[in-house]
């Protein structure tokens, strides 16, 4: 069944994204280990595993055909084609988490963030950027993980994702790792003492104090 804007969760959602190099997953990996109320939700691709990678904890790493077929049945909230692989963030898991009432992030690209948006009027979107184009090219190049050719591809595509940091509800810039880790906990946080995100998440309490 397909959410709607309106629909509300006891859960919050938060989606994280940002070009390639910017620290995207190194920062949502440490929030993970300090925050215990929160969930990852492991995303589908196409692409091929990279470093120490593994099944089912960075992606679920998949064929063309099988994620063709997943979205034919409508397995994904969301799917995109990114530096020409395919991602999508799995419908049933987002699900059963937010009606829970668990916190979930997604490390999700730009236009993947903005189609949950449309799904979650109450999504919390996040974009991180790098402290200049400088140090996102030596960023890419000190990981090792890509050739010449797809740093230069990233860094080309870096531009337009860049530009999309103007849709989003909080921007983090990533050029200390401890200060932005520290900013991204506190956007969580604070999005979880919002009138209305305590509204979804402690029903019972506001019910009997009359607020609900």
């Known amino acids: 069944m397909r959410q709607n804007p309106g629909m509300e969760t006891p859960g919050n959602l938060f989606c994280v994204a940002a070009p390639s190099g ?11 280990e300090l925050d215990s109320r929160l969930a990852v939700s492991v995303s589908h691709t196409t692409r091929s595993p990279r470093g120490q990678e593994q099944d089912g904890r960075e992606y679920w790493f998949v064929g063309q055909p099988e994620f063709r077929a997943m979205v034919e049945r409508g397995e994904f909230f969301e799917w995109a084609e990114v530096h020409g692989n395919l991602y999508g963030t799995s419908r049933k898991a987002i699900e059963q988490r937010l009606m829970g009432g668990q916190d979930v992030v997604l490390e999700i690209d730009w236009q993947g963030a903005l189609q949950i948006k449309q799904l979650f009027a109450h999504a919390v979107l996040i974009f991180i950027l790098p402290p200049s184009w400088d140090e996102l090219a030596q960023r890419l190049h000190r990981r090792g993980e890509d050739g010449p050719e797809t740093i230069a591809r990233r860094l080309e595509n870096a531009h337009e994702e860049v530009a999309q940091a103007r849709h989003f509800d909080f921007v983090i810039i990533n050029a200390l790792f401890e200060t932005a880790l520290f900013d991204l906990k506190t956007v969580v946080h604070s999005q979880r003492l919002k009138f209305a995100a305590q509204l979804r998440n402690r ?7 009359g607020l609900a």
């Not at 910017?22 to 993970?32: D, E, N, P, R, W």
């Open 22 to 32: 910017a620290g995207k997953s190194s920062l949502v990996k440490a929030l993970l």
């Open 203 to 209: 029903s019972q309490v506001f019910a009997a104090l």
